[in-house]
């Protein structure tokens, strides 16, 4: 029973670089989103999804770029690395049209940006 | 919008002591609140959730949550701290009518000796 999967677990980029952190989850939950942590910052809600095909931005969104082709994977594109991207990225999952579900969680990416 | 507030970025206790973490929720609907656990280089895992059915809320590892609307809290409690409970602790609230979460910043607990 994988839940959601998160690759890689540790990153290391140079700035300016492009790079793509996998989500896959195989609860066939609707909803996806991606989250970012920060030191004293709590988590952050980078971009979300309700669907196949439908995307929408959350409260961090600028720097990266997410597409959601199928039920099981939700991939967060940074396009130009920068220092400030530097963070903990965490993918969610949770069913739709119950409110009271949780949301489940990946392991998480490590993400340093040089 | 929906919003929790936790108060105390890092928080003592001694093993064998009441553990107690704060949050405040701010809704205009009858929220849907939850508190996650995070332990060192884990993802986050559910502890418990509020939906309504009642105001005390059991959830595993002996933590325990009350919802008390006049004071629109949702705090967090354990009679006996354990070494194990040494962890961050978040406090998030769902959207209205989303799934949307929005966390708090979350409390770090350590557990002395």
């Known amino acids: ?114 | 919008a929906q919003s929790v507030t936790q108060l105390g970025s890092h928080v003592s206790v001694s093993e064998g002591a009441l553990v107690l973490l704060r949050c405040n929720y701010s809704s205009s609907v009858p929220p849907y609140l939850f508190w996650y656990v995070q332990y060192p280089n884990q993802g986050l895992q559910l502890l418990l959730k509020y939906t309504s059915a009642a105001t005390l809320v059991k959830g595993i590892n002996g933590f325990e949550a009350e919802f008390k609307k006049s004071e629109t809290s949702f705090h967090l409690t354990k009679p006996s701290a354990h070494m194990s409970d040494a962890a961050e602790y978040f406090c998030a609230v769902r959207g209205e009518g989303n799934n949307r979460l929005a966390f708090g910043k979350g409390n770090q607990v350590v557990v002395i000796p």
């Open chain 1, 1 to 114: 029973n994988a839940g959601v999967t998160q690759t890689p677990k540790f990153q290391v980029l140079k700035t300016g670089q492009s790079m793509t952190l996998q989500c896959a989850q195989d609860m066939n939950h609707e909803y996806m989103s991606w989250y970012r942590q920060d030191p004293g910052m709590g988590l952050r809600l980078i971009h979300y999804s309700v669907g196949a095909g439908i995307t929408d931005q959350g409260e961090v969104p600028n720097g990266y770029n997410v597409s959601r082709s199928t039920t099981e994977d939700f991939p967060l594109r940074l396009l130009s690395a920068a220092p400030s991207q530097t963070s903990v990225y965490f993918c969610a999952s949770s069913s739709v049209g119950r409110l009271n579900t949780e949301a489940f969680f990946g392991q998480g990416t490590r993400l340093t940006v040089v």
